[in-house]
């Protein structure tokens, strides 16, 4: 777990103000939210509470209804081009893998450094091959997707995501898609990259986890954030009745 940089003067990422809604359906009802250099920030809450959308909104493949979205200082708009660069700056690990069923493993994780970001391909390679072997995946280069575990797949994913040398990575509920037996490993690999200092946005339902790497947590319900704090603050002492009942439900499963 990591501290924030007290003396940054602008946090990476900073929500001011947004709402979403689909038809009459308010997803986000008008939220803030502030994510800092090297913070690892955890988004919990109940299913519905708006925590994927919040997140899809960060790197554009939501469009806000209102609001502002800053990125690095920057405001967030919806041009092809400024949300190509958000695209490279915001990397995102989803539910399900996306891998190309038709490239190796290898050329998964090297092809956007090379066509969307005009890297040459040794260095592409050089850093893929890298990010592999930093996932605990080095020997598996050559492999289809359709060989891999849905763990291994996650992790490919993950080193996919990090290839584009985000400043930030979005994690949307990447282990929900996965057999049990399979969810530690890929953990594994998020704390790894939370200890390194990366900054990260963590959308999960995994309550030990979120306890051992976040520096903040915070708990959404209701297209709101109810609170947030330290993880002793927010699962330990909850300050919301919202809070509260959320986690005893999360007791009982």
Known sequence: MNSPDNGATEPLVR?????????????????????????????????????????????????????????DGRPLRYEEKALNLVRRQVGMVFQHFNLWPHKSVLDNVMTAPVRVAGREREEARATATRLLEQVGLGQFADRYPASLSGG??????????????????????????????????????????????????????????????????VLMADGGIAEQGSPAQVLDEPGSERGRAFLRQVERV
């Open 15 to 71: 929500m001011r103000q947004i709402r979403k809604a689909y038809g009459a359906h308010t997803v986000l009802d008008g939220v803030d939210l502030e994510v800092d250099t090297g913070e690892v920030v955890v988004l919990i809450g109940p299913s519905g509470a708006g925590k994927s959308t919040l997140l899809r909104c960060i790197n554009g493949l939501e469009r806000i209804d209102s609001g502002e979205i800053l990125i």
């Open 152 to 217: 291994q797949q996650q992790r490919v994913a993950i080193a996919r995501a990090l290839a584009m040398r985000p400043m930030v990575m979005l994690f949307d509920e990447p282990t929900s898609a996965l057999d049990p037996e399979l969810v530690g490993e890929v953990l594994a690999v998020m704390r790894d990259l939370a200890e390194a200092g990366t900054t990260m946005a963590v959308v999960t339902h995994e309550m030990r986890f979120a306890r051992s790497v976040a520096d903040r947590i």
